[in-house]
T-cell receptor, first 111, second 115 residues
Framework: LAKTTQPISMDSYEGQEVNITCSHNNIATNDYITWYQQFPSQGPRFIIQ???TKVTNEVASLFIPADRKSSTLSLPRVSLSDTAVYYC????????????FGTGTRLTVIP | EAGVTQFPSHSVIEKGQTVTLRCDPI?????LYWYRRVMGKEIKFLLH????????ESGMPNNRFLAERTGGTYSTLKVQPAELEDSGVYFC?????????????FGPGTRLLVL
């Protein structure tokens, strides 16, 4: 079971780029890396998913080094509305029993 | 397209009572998942349906919890009898394909408080 380790919390000023790093030393060959965002009183929301190298979408970028033992979620120019908990998950295609949320990183964006 | 919906949004019951939570997945999604976060803990997987069949129920805490998905559409999660430690937020998620190949879409959750 590939578990993840993330910083418990981070603060950032509006307009800055935020990088949240996640460690997953026991990641398996078939595991994908997925990041979710959760606002208070809402369910987690998918942000981005990748397997290796770099993935970018309209919301964020995901950087995965060659050994895949860590990954970095990059949020460009954060705004107050990006204040949320960000979860890094790893899991394979075998089913949700490998979906481990961990504690997540609570990002607070400061004006 | 409507997202995953859950009912009720909140439920307050007394210890020993029964509560039934409902989840309506996104239309066409064969995979339905239940999760929960009890007070101060992480979100934990409970079980996974593929259509009406239970694919994996390894996360169900005990036999007081019963999940069903008759007809492969909506799902219910019944807690009977409820205990104090069952308090928390229960999330439902759905996906078209099994996780890893496609993201799961989460509902807003049902907040359960057992007194």
């Amino acid at each position: 079971l590939a578990k993840t380790t993330q910083p418990i919390s981070m603060d950032s000023y509006e307009g800055q780029e935020v990088n949240i790093t996640c460690s997953h030393n026991n990641i398996a060959t078939n595991d994908y890396i997925t990041w979710y965002q959760q606002f208070p009183s809402q369910g987690p929301r998918f942000i981005i998913q990748g397997y290796k190298t770099k993935v970018t979408n309209e919301v964020a970028s995901l950087f995965i080094p060659a050994d895949r033992k860590s990954s970095t979620l990059s949020l460009p120019r954060v705004s107050l509305s990006d204040t949320a908990v960000y979860y890094c998950l790893v899991g394979d295609r075998g089913g949700a029993n490998n979906l481990f949320f961990g504690t997540g990183t609570r990002l607070t964006v400061i004006p | 397209e409507a997202g995953v919906t859950q009912f009720p949004s909140h439920s307050v019951i007394e210890k020993g009572q029964t509560v039934t939570l409902r989840c309506d997945p996104i239309s066409g999604h064969d995979n339905l998942y239940w999760y929960r976060r009890v007070m101060g803990k992480e979100i934990k997987f409970l079980l996974h349906f593929v259509k009406e069949s239970k694919q994996d129920e390894s996360g169900m805490p005990n036999n007081r919890f019963l999940a069903e998905r008759t007809g492969g559409t909506y799902s219910t999660l019944k807690v009977q009898p409820a205990e104090l430690e069952d308090s928390g937020v229960y999330f439902c998620a759905s996906s078209q394909e099994e996780w890893g190949r496609e993201t799961q879409y989460f509902g807003p959750g049902t907040r359960l408080l057992v007194l």
